[in-house]
């Protein structure tokens, strides 16, 4: 095997495979399979299989699968599978898949799909998926897909499709997205407010409001207000 388990209930703890260098310091019901130079600090019934230079500090239920240099440091049911670099700092059922370099600080639910250097500081349920360099500071229900250098900063079940270096600083449902024919519109902005929307339009903005709506559109603005459309 090549492993060594160390600490916590050893009966319980398990080094399997080929696992060169690696170790079970403490805790129970863990298991480190097929990896080299990885680590299980402590917790319950976490897991390492085929993986290198990878840590689970604690926690319990915890995956690391198919990675290099991937950490998680703390938290409950957090897995990263498929990716280099990541890392989940805590919370619970957080999830980076074929992502390089990504990161999930903590929160809840928060997922990083095929994202290189993507990162979601917190929050509940945001998504990132085919979007490099993005960021969602936090909130809840807030997703970027297919979105370069978009970043979503907080609020609730806001979104950025298509829309490369948009951004969203906050508020409810608001919405940036390219025509589902079209591509390549960049740089868009929305302040804050509700259900506002920019759509196939390109460095234009929303600063609040409701309900507002930029369509089609290029260096375009409504500061404010309800229902007003461009």
């Not at 976490?46 to 990878?54: D, L, P, V, Y």
């Not at 929307?197 to 375009?220: E, L, P, R, V």
Request: charged share 10%; proline share 0%; hydrophobic share 35%.
């Amino acid at each position: 095997k090549g492993g060594v388990e160390i600490g916590g209930d050893a009966g319980k703890n398990e080094i399997k495979g080929i696992a060169s260098s690696s170790a079970i310091l403490a805790g129970s019901g863990s298991v480190v399979s097929a990896s080299i130079n990885s680590v299980i600090g402590g917790g319950i019934h976490n897991t390492i299989g085929t993986s290198t230079t990878s840590t689970i500090f604690g926690g319990s239920n915890n995956i690391l699968d198919d990675g290099t240099v991937v950490n998680v440091v703390a938290g409950n049911f957090n897995q990263i599978t498929s990716s280099t670099n990541a890392l989940i700092g805590g919370g619970e059922w957080n999830y980076v898949s074929e992502s390089d370099n990504a990161a999930i600080t903590t929160g809840d639910r928060n997922e990083i799909i095929a994202s290189n250097k993507a990162n979601i500081g917190g929050g509940a349920q945001n998504t990132i998926e085919g979007s490099v360099d993005a960021l969602i500071g936090g909130g809840t229900l807030n997703s970027i897909t297919a979105s370069t250098n978009a970043t979503i900063a907080g609020g609730y079940a806001n979104d950025i499709w298509s829309a490369p270096r948009s951004s969203i600083a906050g508020g409810t449902q608001n919405q940036i997205l390219d025509d589902a024919t079209l591509t390549g519109y960049v740089w868009n902005f929305i302040g804050g407010g509700k259900t506002n929307k920019i759509s196939a339009s390109a460095k234009s903005t929303i600063g609040g409001g409701n309900s507002n709506y930029i369509d089609t559109c290029t260096q375009t603005s409504i500061v404010g207000g309800d229902l007003n459309v461009v």
